[in-house]
Nanobody, 120 residues
Framework: QVRLVESGGGLVQAGGSLRLSCAAS????????MGWYRQAPGKPRELVAA???????NYANSVKGRFSISRDNAENTVYLQMNSLKPEDTGVYYC??????????????WGQGTQVTVSS
């Protein structure tokens, strides 16, 4: 069984910073792409940032220059450093990972979500 556990959300004032972490655990053979999505109230879930096993990254236009995604392959962990936060960054942030298990089953996994609230 594979699990993704997120941490690091919270309440911050506009202009502040937060760092999210997501650790994958379980029967993991290889982790391909990892990413962060967010969902604001009444809106669909959207991709915020993604990082591939090659370490190439892509970002939503709305966060470019403010957010940075990174990963620690030895720890099966992905991070999202969020700077210059804006009220519109508020939402539930979900970790996602494309994982090949030791049973050679490839699946898309999601974390439980962590709330990020940016006050104006």
């Amino acid at each position: 069984q594979v699990r993704l556990v997120e941490s690091g959300g919270g309440l911050v004032q506009a202009g502040g910073s937060l760092r999210l972490s997501c650790a994958a655990s379980g029967s993991i053979l290889r982790i391909n792409a990892m990413g962060w999505y967010r969902q604001a109230p009444g809106k669909p879930r959207e991709l915020v940032a993604a990082i591939r096993s090659s370490s190439s990254t892509n970002y939503a236009n709305s966060v470019k220059g403010r957010f940075s995604i990174s990963r620690d392959n030895a720890e099966n962990t992905v991070y999202l450093q969020m700077n210059s936060l804006k009220p519109e960054d508020t939402g539930v942030y979900y970790c996602n990972a494309d994982i090949l298990s030791r049973q050679y089953l490839r699946n898309d996994y999601w974390g439980q979500g962590t709330q990020v609230t940016v006050s104006s």
